[in-house]
């Protein structure tokens, strides 16, 4: 096989996780030992500083600093948006053809997996030679072929501790409480609210998926009889999910549904979608369980960029295997020569098993949740994803204690 | 000294924190090594509890389930919004008499201080031999006398690690960011977002406190400075914060202010308070930015009660500290027979050292900011406060790094 010399170009796109960096600095560190990488070159917010030919020199940042950035949470290189088409990716790989890069390590989702598949398409039908590696990372857990991404063990982490603590706040100061999580599409990171569950009776008792469709009226039927039977309820509900229209057919998403019914428009981005971030979702599910149940005490947050950004809660086995998926671009693409997306497998329980995928299997494609994880009445998941998941959180999991006492013999003191 | 034998009667009372079952450990595990204290019992959900007569016997309590319940946050023997007036506190004084309990300590913030206070007068009106203690806890951070309270470092910890990491994710994905913190009253928390910073540049870049009136147009002016100078903003803002009515005279809730002006009724409780919580202020500050500034990534966050219960993210400094009020309110009232309320003093840089001050000092106060940390513009800390703080958030804060190297030589590359 011939050596092919030339430069690697990395960068990092879509929405910040806890360890993508951990994949930032396996990627370079391991690409940094073969004599094949003439020099590691970081872009600057994904595809756009590869266009703007915005480039940082990696080759030149000392291993104390790569591994101090292995440890901050958020694409340390900057991110991006930007979901290139084909006259875009012809544009990117004609700055690679300038500067003689030959290697493309991409950190990222569904779009980048597409962003690297199209490039090298094109790179093939022009005869230059280019190695392209998609590098997973995802909040949102909804990469194909992979039995997890890089980046969800972490925010699931953050999910179920939270919730854990807020059934203990709960349990303190009863009520309702709902808690509204990131995931758009797939309901993988509100799922694992499930992990923080310890007893029988903790919470989060419902949990709503944008795998099965919304009925407000099922919802609220829900919470009335947890809140009648424990005296309390907690909720975790995706922002995604997706409302039936009740006898009229269809679907809109949830946000949008319970605002109109409010007398309120919802807000709709650039691209005409309807704005999920934001309290507005929160706000409307407290304020139909007030209305309509008359319970009095109900709060709503949104987790928010607190989930995806927060340092210091990151599960040991998310931290490795995202290093590990770094180390094994540069391993695929300068040792073997080879192009494709990395991915995790699992085997035994539990350990994981990194191979390189074709990236039409992966590119711009979403994996739900299967059937098996979510329960029949779809208000909740199963034990079978609780052992899915279980493994992933890492180390050290908060446990949290109930005070265990008996009751006092209050009569004994009674006169008489 | 004459022995006063009888039974320890203790509670927890207001909004849970991270340590206040230090503060309860601390408390049992003392009290039970005195023979004054002929059994230690918990009320369950504080002063509502003692009405009841629903008493756990703590004397039966494992040390090992005490010490694991002192890591656990929330309250572990529930807790209560309750205020009792002096009629109330009448009421949970015949429990103590009809019970022969002769120690009370409650784990609270203001109110709770005030109800130890009506209790004690009480008791000594009628002659009835009562030792009573208030043990300080607060996220708010605002009793007076105290140089800061149990539960606030590790609140302040929360905030300040969220905002570290919020501002990692901004500096990938520019923008505008806003999160909305706790603290109807005082701006403590708030501020704490402060310490999240570490180079120049770092948000949060502007801090709105309630010890400042709040404009909309300085805000937007704020907002709009730091976006040119910096392509993106970080904002923290107190719930608490209170508009100007710019040239009407007096003030209303921020809260209150930005929904009238968008149209919308704001939620009021049951006692006629304009509801803090829930997205909205959240969505209507983030609202006004993208209108008024033209800025279309714009994001907003209410953190809600992830910063008071969320477990493993707690100060060393904190987590020891509730744990000695609690052990000292066993030594003040079983040791020493005295009354009043613990608080905590600081000495030197840094350690602290625990008083007993008269309940009328702490009872129903609220301490406020002092002007030396707030800075002169109103729209920041200075570094006073930042000196004040940075001791009590304990080992190991997260310390975020940015990537070092050199921007790539890219002309080079270029023919001729």
């Known amino acids: ?80 948006r930007d979901k290139p088409d084909a006259e875009y990716c012809q544009r990117l790989l004609n700055v690679f053809k300038k500067h003689d890069v030959r290697y493309f390590f991409y950190i990222g989702g569904n779009d980048s997996s597409d962003t690297v598949r199209i490039v090298a398409e094109h790179a093939s039908q022009e005869g230059y030679e280019l190695r392209v590696i998609h ?23 953050f999910v179920a501790s939270a919730f854990s603590g ?35 009776d903790d919470g989060p008792h419902l949990i709503y998926l944008p795998e099965r469709p919304f009925s407000i009226e099922r919802y609220l039927a829900d919470i009335e009889r947890v809140h009648r039977q424990r005296g309390r309820c907690v909720v975790a509900i995706s922002e995604g999910v997706w409302a039936t229209l009740d006898g009229k057919g269809g679907e809109i ?80 693409a300068c040792g073997r020569h080879t192009s494709g997306s990395v ?20 590119a711009a494609q979403t994996r739900h949740m299967p059937d098996v994880f979510v329960n029949a009445e779809g208000n909740g998941v199963t034990e079978a994803f609780r052992g899915y998941l279980r493994p992933l959180l890492g180390d050290d999991m908060p446990c949290l204690e109930r005070l265990w006492a008996p009751a006092a013999s209050v009569g004994s003191d009674l006169p008489g």
């Open 1 to 80: 096989m011939s050596r092919l010399k030339g430069k690697v170009v990395i960068a990092q796109g879509g929405g910040p996780t806890a360890v993508i960096n951990q994949s930032l600095a396996g990627a370079v560190l391991e690409a940094r030992k073969f004599p094949e990488a003439t020099r590691v070159w970081g872009a600057r917010h994904g595809v756009r500083g590869i266009l703007a030919e915005t480039f940082v020199d990696l080759s030149e940042a000392t291993t104390h600093n790569l591994e101090r950035v292995a440890q901050t949470p958020s694409a340390a290189l900057g991110s991006t």
């Open 135 to 157: 590098i997973p990372k995802t909040v949102d857990n909804d990469l194909p072929v992979n039995d997890h991404c890089p980046g969800y063990p972490s925010a699931a982490r």
């Open 166 to 200: 807020i059934n203990a706040d709960l349990m303190a100061l009863p009520g309702v409480y709902i808690g509204v999580v990131m995931g758009r599409h797939a309901g993988w990171l509100t799922a694992a609210a499930a992990l923080g569950r310890r007893h029988d």
């Open 253 to 332: 998403p949830l946000a949008a549904e319970l605002m109109r019914g409010a007398g309120r428009e919802p807000q709709v981005d650039a691209h005409g979608n309807i704005q999920l971030s934001g309290g507005a979702l929160a706000d409307e599910l407290a304020d139909v369980v007030r209305k309509r149940l008359g319970i009095k005490r109900v709060r709503a947050d949104t987790f928010g960029y607190l989930q995806r950004s927060f340092p210091g809660v990151v599960s040991s086995v998310d931290a490795r295997e995202a290093r590990e998926v770094g180390e094994k671009a540069a391993h695929y």
């Open 343 to 362: 991915v995790i497998k699992r085997v035994g329980d539990y350990a994981a098993r990194y191979e390189l995928a074709d990236l039409n299997e992966i």
